[in-house]
C-alpha cells in the first residue's frame, strides 16, 4: 500500500495548510526538497511517476536520496497530523496527556507527571472511555513506585474495579467485531452464522441486567450495537425499526449523542433508513436519510466522508422501487463522487447497483458493462465467496438476455468450477439449481414446451418467497424465471 501517496491525497486544504506551516519552522527557504515532493504527489494523486520526481529532484543520483527524503516527508506529516488533532477529541486529549506524563516522568519530575495524569484520568471518565483508564491507573500505579506522594491502593482498587467492567465490554466486542465484519463482508447477500449470533445475545442479555450497564453511556452504546446487529441479522426489521427509533429518542432526549460518539448517532440514522426501507416505508426512509445528510454536516463534517456512500444507497434503494431513472441518476453520481473513488470496497456496490438497476430498466448493455467493471474492481477479490457467486449467476442472467450464448455457455462452466464448494453446500443448492435451469435454456427453443425444465423452474420458484428471493439473489430468481415461462 502506498502510505505516503494515500495520505497525502486525502488531505484536506486545512491540514495541507497547517502542514506547510509545520515544515516551514526551521526552514523557510525556497530550496525545500520535501514541499516540492509533497506538491508533485498531491498534484497528480493517485498517479505518481517517481522516476520524474527523482530526475527532478536529483537528477541521475541513486534513489536513496529520493527514499530518505519520502521517509522524512511521511514522518512530518504524522506529527503535523498528531499536532493539529491533538485536542479534537477526548482520546486524542487522553492520549496527549499520557504522553507528557511520560515525558516528565522521564525528566524525574513527578508532580507534573500527576498533574497530566490526573487530567487524563479526568477526561477518560467524562468519555466513559474504559481502555483508557487501564492504561491511566496502570501509569498511576507505575509513578507510586517512584515517588512517596503517591499511595497506589486506591489506583489498584480503582483499576481492579474498571478492568472487571472492561472486560465484560470486551466480551461483547470480541464478538460484534466478528458480527460487524461478516455484515460489511456480505451486505446481507450471504448466509447467516447464528452460531455467533447466539452467543452475542446471550453476552448483552446477561450484561443488559447488570446495574453498571444502565448507568455506564459507553455500555449503553455497545448494547445499542449488538442487539441492532442481532436484528438485523435474524432480519426482524419491524422490531429493529421499533427498537432504534425508541433507542435513538432516549439518546437524544438525554443529550447522549457528542462529538466523541457521532460515529454511532449516523450510524442509528443509517440503520433507521435502511430498517423503514425494509418495511416498505419509502417516504420515511428518505425522512431519515435527509436526517442522515443534515447530521453529517455536524462537527465540521467530519464524518461526511465517511457516510456518504450510505446516504446515496438509502436515496438509491428508495428511488430503485419509486423512481428507477431517479435512482440510475444517483448511483452515476456516487460513482463520480471523488470521496467514493478513494473507497474501492463501496464503489463495487455502486457498480452493483447500477447492473441491476439498468437490467431492472432493461438496458442489458450497461448493465453487463457495470457488471464486468465491478468484478475488476481492486476491493471485488475481498467480498465474500457467497456474495461473488451471486454476481455471477446475475451475470449468466444478463448475458443470456443479451443472447450472448457463446460466453455464456462459457462464464457456466467457469462459476461451476470456480464455486464448486459452495454449490455442494445447503445454502449453495438454490444457485446450482439456477445455474443448471440457464444452462438448459441455452439449449431449448420453447422453455414451456419442456415439461421436466418446467418442473425444475417451478421447484426453484417455489423454494422461496419474494422477500426471501429478495434477500439470496441479486437479480430475483423468481421473478425472471416468471417472466420467461409467462
Not at 543520483?61 to 506529527?79: E, V
Not at 449470533?197 to 449503553?220: H, P, Y
Request: hydrophobic share 35%; proline share 2%.
Amino acid at each position: 500500500m502506498k502510505i505516503l501517496q494515500n495520505i497525502i491525497g486525502m488531505m484536506n486544504k486545512e491540514e495541507v495548510r497547517h502542514l506547510k506551516l509545520f515544515m516551514g519552522r526551521t526552514n523557510s527557504g525556497s530550496d525545500r526538497k520535501d514541499a516540492d515532493l509533497f506538491d508533485f504527489i498531491r498534484k497528480y494523486y493517485p498517479e505518481y511517476d517517481e522516476e520524474k520526481i527523482q530526475k527532478r529532484l536529483y537528477g541521475s543520483k541513486d534513489k536513496n536520496a529520493l527514499y530518505r527524503l519520502k521517509n522524512r516527508l511521511l514522518d512530518d506529516l504524522g506529527k503535523s497530523l498528531s499536532l493539529q488533532y491533538y485536542d479534537d477529541n477526548d482520546f486524542n486529549l487522553v492520549v496527549n496527556s499520557l504522553v507528557l506524563s511520560r515525558l516528565f516522568q522521564a525528566k524525574t519530575q513527578p508532580r507534573i507527571a500527576l498533574h497530566y495524569l490526573a487530567k487524563a484520568e479526568k477526561k477518560a471518565q467524562e468519555s466513559d472511555a474504559l481502555d483508557l483508564l487501564d492504561i491511566i491507573y496502570s501509569e498511576f500505579i507505575r509513578l507510586s513506585q517512584e515517588t512517596l506522594e503517591l499511595n497506589p491502593t486506591e489506583y489498584i482498587r480503582r483499576r481492579k474495579a474498571n478492568r472487571e467492567q472492561l472486560n465484560r465490554l470486551q466480551e461483547i466486542d470480541d464478538i460484534l467485531a466478528e458480527v460487524i465484519f461478516k455484515v460489511r463482508t456480505t451486505q446481507n447477500f450471504s448466509g447467516q452464522d447464528y452460531r455467533i449470533i447466539e452467543t452475542l445475545q446471550q453476552k448483552v442479555n446477561e450484561f443488559s441486567r447488570r446495574r453498571e450497564a444502565r448507568n455506564s453511556v459507553q455500555l449503553r452504546f455497545k448494547i445499542y450495537q449488538s442487539v441492532s446487529r442481532i436484528l438485523l441479522q435474524k432480519h426482524d426489521y419491524p422490531l429493529l425499526e421499533k427498537y432504534l427509533q425508541q433507542t435513538y429518542s432516549d439518546f437524544t432526549r438525554q443529550a447522549l449523542f457528542s462529538r466523541n460518539n457521532h460515529d454511532t448517532k449516523l450510524q442509528m440514522l443509517t440503520y433507521l433508513a435502511n430498517a423503514t426501507f425494509k418495511n416498505n416505508k419509502h417516504d420515511l426512509s428518505l425522512d431519515y436519510a435527509a436526517s442522515l445528510k443534515e447530521s453529517m454536516g455536524e462537527f465540521g463534517g467530519m464524518l461526511h466522508d465517511k457516510y456518504l456512500f450510505f446516504y446515496y444507497n438509502t436515496l438509491v434503494i428508495n428511488y430503485s422501487r419509486k423512481d428507477l431513472n431517479r435512482a440510475i441518476e444517483i448511483l452515476n453520481e456516487a460513482k463520480d463522487s471523488p470521496v467514493i473513488k478513494k473507497l474501492p470496497f463501496y464503489t463495487v456496490f455502486i457498480y452493483a447497483n447500477l447492473a441491476v438497476a439498468n437490467f431492472d430498466n432493461r438496458n442489458y448493455k450497461q448493465a453487463i458493462r457495470n457488471l464486468v467493471k465491478l468484478m475488476m474492481e481492486p476491493g471485488y477479490p475481498n467480498l465474500d465467496r457467497t456474495l461473488r457467486l451471486r454476481l455471477g449467476v446475475a451475470e449468466l442472467i444478463i448475458r443470456y438476455e443479451l443472447g450472448d450464448f457463446d460466453i455464456l455457455e462459457h462464464r457456466i462452466d467457469q462459476v461451476r468450477k470456480e464455486f464448486a464448494d459452495l454449490l455442494k453446500t445447503k445454502s449453495g443448492k438454490r444457485h446450482q439449481d439456477m445455474i443448471g435451469i440457464i444452462a438448459e435454456m441455452v439449449t431449448t427453443a420453447s422453455v414451456k414446451k419442456e415439461k421436466k425444465l418446467m418442473q425444475k423452474i417451478d421447484r426453484l420458484v417455489s423454494s422461496a418467497n419474494s422477500e426471501q428471493a429478495n434477500e439470496s439473489d441479486i437479480i430475483n430468481y423468481n421473478v425472471w424465471l416468471t417472466a420467461k415461462t409467462a
